[in-house]
Structure formats: structure tokens, C-alpha cells
């Protein structure tokens, strides 16, 4: 047991400033010294006993009792006081003694009958007895010894206090025995203590006499109130001490100094506490001093529920494209909105949905006929499901955003759709054509009735066997295929053999199943038909290529696989080479530089497009190769088609012109509603071209970046389902990307999100965040995995770290991973175990499958179809989106700074602001008393919102700034998985 625990200490410590901080107060009742010769003490003997002495000290008289009859026995020497008057309240008096012993060894010989004490009596007594005196009725309250003796000339006065107490008669006599002491008597102080009147939190408290520890009460200064009466305990040494009843400064008033003060102009505050005035929320009218609330500014509400410390909102706007998609099951329909453009700064939005049938004269209530799935009222989500329709009504449905303000709006925010139930969903297959064919093996493509709807993922479901020959049935043995594109290679068949074929389009989550389209058949071919054949060698040797690529795929296949199956499952190689699952498109990417020519592989997997069907718009980006444009194309029978044109700047190399084109010959064997499509390319004209599909929104970054306080986490979860399936499709391919990151993903004017920038040398090259690694190659540091870093170790499973970083980069609306920590920072942090933290406002199961795309051990992390299943279910089921993860930004990933940067990047909070373009808040930070640097970085998520900053989108650039400048100035602390 090593000393006080710790809070022991601390209470000890304050209790000791407590003290410190209120002196007692001392009342005297008798005063040797101030009395002078007039003391008139009775002594007894008379002779040779006490004696008054006057001695001359600084030049002013002084007189004492001394008494040294040291070398006589029996002494018992008496000198008593006059009559001390107790005040009434005291029961409890200090007696302070002065006074020197003259050490017994400077007399000779005197040892035996010398003594060093001399003893302390008194007698209690109602009323003045005069000269009458009898030591019986005297009691002994101590023994009086010197701490010091006197030997020399130079005298040691001692100065010993007792207390004397419980009296309770009007006064007493004090007396002081010598039994035989050389003792000089030089002052005898008689007084008793009050704890003196003092303020104390907010309370006045009288005087009070210190006995014992007294409990007194107090009252409320000016202005402030309290539940109880104040209460404090004065101590027997006359100290206050723990304050048991604080008062609180009354609404509009503050505490300053003991007193409470009106709030300023401008602050309020709304009830009695110990708090200060706040500065008046945002949309509110500025306060006069005193004020207890800050009234809405004219447009802005408070809603019944809304504390007077929120700031005023405003009414929403209306709910934003309205659409309806008939869903599987008897007469249900999906109603799905977007969230309305204003919020009016409200985070209870709500919407309802009225449902009426309609006929040219009337329109009547749906009633109790149709059910919503999550009630028509109060719904969080913007979207729901109708079910119990019938298939012969107009249905118009009207959603209403409500909020805790609404009722104040003075329109109605609705938006109505009219709609019937749609039974022709989903898109059929109209035909399945033949677009090649072996021996072994038939390549087909289909085409659809119609485009499936946008906001909904669709797959194939490919069904099919050989055609019943003569006298033989055999229809149950179909193989079934789940393709994700149009398109299939099949292999392994017997030649010369009819097969007959079969797809369905099958839509996710839960819409109208389809129905399969008509059988139809197609026959291998013999295998002498393609030995004869006479094609072009060139053509000859690529497909001689291919067949070799596919032979060593399957021999790599069965080698990995024989050394998995006596490893066991999830041994350290690569996982996605383990899916040998039936399920999955056959098709395989092809490098490109495996052809010798690579103009073959660009014959092989793109369309030529003619150059005068194409017309530059307008330059929308520049690539490495040089610029992009907007543009159209115009396509016989289609019309115009909005398309990206990528452009080669003249005066390139034939290598740098093979570079720029493998681009397409990788883009154009792909095929995905998640992958940028190729329309086609411009080769055989002197400025060589690629030709894309338009996404109006552009880059997904920043895209976020310029939107991030208008889409909902619905919708951004949707936007990383759709990349997580064009990475599976690609995975499927066995194509790995090594560059995912939000900034090579393109947004169309759907918000589909499309994965792109599949150049070949664009890792090395074309990023502008591609770092050159110790080994040589160029690198995008935060968004590869560790293994791909180390040792070039490029596999599906790190395009999945990447997506783990792309879903943090989109849950925090294009925020740049790691902020500005450097690389080495970043790489150090990521061996030593640390993850990005999870984003403001982000769902704890998307920030869990963020961490399991981060695992160090590649086998363990998620694949591609694992994570577009998960993210399916959570879609569906937007209740399992409310857990939203911790946000903490004084617990986010730090490195200890190697750089040595500090704050004074910023030399005002004025320019900070304004480098995070959040100006609009300079006066907000100065109303709050936020006007350095220092202040800033002292702040927490919670003070921001205070502060007065509302938008959840503002909040988060603000909070990741803050937490960006601490990144330079601390040694920092980090987030561990
Ligand atoms: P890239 O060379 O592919 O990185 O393209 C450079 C920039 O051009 C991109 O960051 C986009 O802003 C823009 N861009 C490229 N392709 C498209 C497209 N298909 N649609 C719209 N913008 C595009």
C-alpha cells in the first residue's frame, strides 16, 4: 500500500484549496498583551509565586507572570485570569499560549526538584466570584511543554495552543499552575473562530461560530434559485467546507463571479442552470441581453418537440422522382423516391404515402383494399412496398416529406405518380443468336424484349442440353449457367451435336419473375469441318493463341487445386482460383500483349467505327493519352447516342498508340451493366479514338464530393452494389484491375456507377496517385493491399482491399483515404495493424465489411460474390442500416508525424474556413468563441454542431478537417482493428 489511492488524493487536495480559500475568523476575549499592567491577576502565594514582570521590548512596555523557584520543593504556584465572558454561541474557545523554559541543566545542582511543564486549569462560572479563589473548583485541561528550552541568553519563546471546551456557563477563569518551572509567562491570547460570511455557488452564507462541524444554510444570491436550501458545513477550525446545494443562475442569466449577469445580446439562456448563455442558434432572430430564447427567423420554425437550443429549420420541399416497378407476388408494386432537394436542416424526415383510384370524373381513397408493407405513414426510407393491387386499376399514388416543421410550410411537399400494375416485367429474351461455333464449343449472344429497368440489377439464367435424339428422353439433365452479361462461350461439348437453349432474365431484389424464352437449338460442329477449314493464318494463330491461354489456365486450375485439396480450404493461395463453381460465365479475359500483334487483339475485341459518325461536343477530361470529349454518335435506326470520346494527342509512338488502344481491346471483351461500355474505336483514321458510353455525372469522387449533403446512405449503398457487381463480373473473367478507386469508377445520369480505366500501362502510368515503388513499379498506395505492395502479389482479393477503400471513399463522400498522411505513413500504419476509422454516419455493417476487405491474410477477405450478397441483404432490409458505427475523430488513425509539420499552415480560422470553402460559418466559429487555431483543434464532433453548423455533409467536412490538422500537429493516436 503505497500512499492515498488517487482520488483520496485529489478529494484531499481539495479539500486542502477549500480551506486555503476561506480563512476563519477569530473574536477575542482576552488579550494579555494588549492589556498591559491593567490585567490585575490574582496569584497565589501571593509571595514568592507568580510574579508580574515589566520589560522593555522595541522600545514599548511589556508585561508577563514568570515564576523560578527552581530549587525548592513542593512548589504549586498559582496565577489565575480575571473573569472571560463566553458569548453565548461559543461553546468553544482556543486558549494561544507564549512562553519560554529555562532548561533545568543551567542550574546547578538544581536537577532534582527543577521541572520544564507547568499545567493549564479552568473553572466555568455564571458570574464574576472577585478575589475568591479555590484551586478545587479548577479542572486541568493540559500540560503545558516547551518545544524548546532556553539555555543561553537568547531567549525560545514557545507558542502552544489547547482549546477549551464544552462550555456552557456565561464565563470562565483561566489558571496556570508552576511545580517548580523557571517559566516565563509572555502572552496569553483567548478567542473563539467563525467561518466568516462567504458567497458560495451561487449561495450567501452568514457567519457562524466553529464549535463542532456545523451544518448552515444559505440563500440564493440575486437571480439564481435553487430545488433545496443551500446548504455548507463550517468547520470546528472555522473553515467552510463542501457546499451540499448548488444554485443556479435563473433563465437568461449567467454565472460571473458569485453573481448572476443577463445574458448578453445575442446569447440566451433557456432555463435555470449551471451553464452559460449559448450563442443564438442558426435561423434565429439575435436575442436582447436577458434573453431566455432566440426566436425563428420569419420562413424557420421550431418544431413542438425541438429544444430552444436547436436551430430554427424550415419546412421540406417535395420528394423527388417518383417511380413505381411492379415486384414479384400477387399485385405488388415498388414506390421509390428520391429524398427532397430541401431538408430545411431537419434530420426527422419522414414521408407518407396516400393511395387513391382514379376515373375520369373521381378519384376515391384506396382504403383499407391495398396494404402498404411498412404502413403509409412515417416512413424513413424512400421507398416502399404496395401490395394487394389490382391489375385493373390507375392507381395515383402521393407522397408527402414531413418533418417536425412541416405543418408550418405553406404548401404541401407531394409528389404523384399514376400507375398501373406492370405484369410484362421483367425484359424476355426475344432470340438467342449463334455468333460462333466449334467443335466443342458454341458462342451465343441474345437480345432483350426491352432495356431492364435502371435501378434494378438483372442476371441470365442459361438453361441447356443436348437435343433428344430418337427413341432417347432425356429432358431432366440440363446444365445451368448464371451469367451476368448476354453473352456465353461454352465448352466442352460433343461435336456434331444439336444442343438446345433456353434464357430467362431474372431481376433483383424480388420483381415479377420472368419466363424462360423459346427453346432453340444449335449444332456443333464436326470435328473434320474445322480441320478443313481455310481461314486466314493470322486468324488461325490467334485462335491456336487462345486455345494455348485456355490450356494453361486449366493446367494452373488443376495444379492450384490439387495443391488446395491437400492443404485444405483458405490455405494462403489465392482463394479466387478455388472457384471452379459451374455457376459462372465460362468466359475469360484475354491479355491483350499475350497476341504478338496487338492490332489482332484489337480486331479481335473492338468495333471500328467510322469517324463520321462521331462529333466531338466538348472537352470534358484529360487522360494519358490526351483529352476526352463529350460527344455523339450517330447510330443507324437508334438515332444519336450520347458517348465519351477519348482522344490520342498526334504526334504519339506506335507504342504509345498500341498502349492507348489496349485500353479498348480490354474494355471491349467486357460486358456488364457495371462496366463502362466500349462502343467502339477509331483506328484506320489518323487521330486514333475510343469510343464510350456517356456517364453525365462523371468521376464518382468527385461526384460525391460536389453532392454530399444531398444522397441519402440508401443510395450510396446502391451505388457500391453496382461496383461490387461489375468487379465480380470481372473477377469472374479472372481480369484483376489493380486500380479501383472512386476516382477510375464514372457515375451516370442514373447514378449507376460503372467501373472504368482499364488501361494496361495506366497503373504505371496514368495515375496521378501511382507512387514508384522500392521494387520499381508504380504503385496507388492507399488503395492497394499490403501483399500487392510487398511483392507485386495482384489478385482478385486485392482489387477487394481497394473496394474496401472505395466503400470508405464513398461513405465519407470522396474524403481521400488516410487524408493527408504520406505514403510511408500510410503503408507503416497499415503493417502495424491500424484501418481507416469508420466515416461520419456510416452503418456499422457497411464499416464491418469495409474491415474484412482490410484483413491482412488475403484468403480471409470477402470475394467479390460474397460482397455483392451482403450488400444485397442489407438493401433489403434498410432496418439493418440504422446501427450506425462509431465516429470519433479523437480516436482516428495517426501516426506518429515524421514530417514535423505544424499548425501554423493556417494562420486564422477566417482562412481555415475558407481553405475548406465553409466561410459561411466564419461568424457561427467567432459568435462561439472559436477564433484561433488552438481553438479549433480543441474541438469535438458534438461542439460543432453547437457551434451552430447544421448540415450533416458540413459537420463531416469540418470534423475531417480538424481531424486532418491534428494528423500534422500531434503525435498521434490510431485505430486498431
Ligand atoms: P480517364 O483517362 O479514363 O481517366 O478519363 C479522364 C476523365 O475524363 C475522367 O476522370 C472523367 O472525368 C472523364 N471521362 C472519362 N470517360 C468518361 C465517360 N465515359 N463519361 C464521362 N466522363 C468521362
Redesign the pocket.
Known sequence: NMGLPRVNLFFFLFIIRVLISLQSKEHVLLDMKASGSELGWLTSPNENGWEIVQTVVNSSLLYTYSVCNVDSADQDNWVRTTFIQRRPESSRVSVELQFIVRDCNTFDGASVTCKETFNLFMSEADADVGTSFRKGQFRKVATIAPDEVTRGRVPKVNTETRTVFPLSKKGFYLAFQDMGACVALLSVRVYYKTCPSTVRSLAAFPETVADALREVEGVCVKNAISQTTPRIYCTAEGKWVVPVVQCQCLPGYEATEGSCQECKPGYFKPSASNEICQVCPENTKSSSAGATECVCEDGFFRSPSDPLTAACSAPPSAPRDLTSTTLSGDGRLLLSWSPPLETGGRSDLTYSVACEICDESQCVACGEKIRFETGPTELKEPGVVVSDLDSHHNYTFTVEAHSGVSQYGSERATASITTTLDYTNPPKVTSIHLDDRGPTSLSLSWTLSRRPPAHISHHYELMYRKKDTEGESDVTTYTVLILDKNSVLINDLTPDTTYVFRVLVKLSPEVMPGSYSKDQAFHTSALAESQTQNKPTLVMGAVVGVAIILLIVVAVLLLRRRRLSSRGRGGPEDPYFSTADQLKPLKTYVDPHTYEDPNIAIQKFVKEIDPNIIRKEKV??????GE?F?GVMKVPRKGDLA??I?TLKPGYSEKQRQDFLS?ASIMGQFSHPNI?RLEGVVTKFKHAMIV????????LD?HLKEHDTEIPPYQLLGMLRGIAAGMKYLSDMNYVHRDLAA??V?V?SSLEC?V??F?LS?VLE??AEGTYTTRGGKIPIRWTAPEAIEYRKFTSASDVWSFGIVMWEVMAFGERPYWDMSNHEVMKAINEAFRLPAPMDCPSAIYQLMLQCWQHDRSKRPRFSDIVNILDKLLQSPESLKTIADFDPRVSIRLPSTSGCDNTMFRSVAEWLESIKMSQYNESFARAGITTMDHVLALRPEDIRNIGVRLPGHMKRIAYSILGLKDETSSLSVFAV
Open positions: 470534358i477530361g484529360v487522360g494519358e493519352f476526352v463529350r458517348v465519351a477519348k485500353e463502362i464510350t458510353e456517356y456517364m453525365e455525372n462523371g468521376a468527385t476516382r477510375n464514372l451516370n460503372k472504368s480505366d488501361g495506366r496514368d495515375d
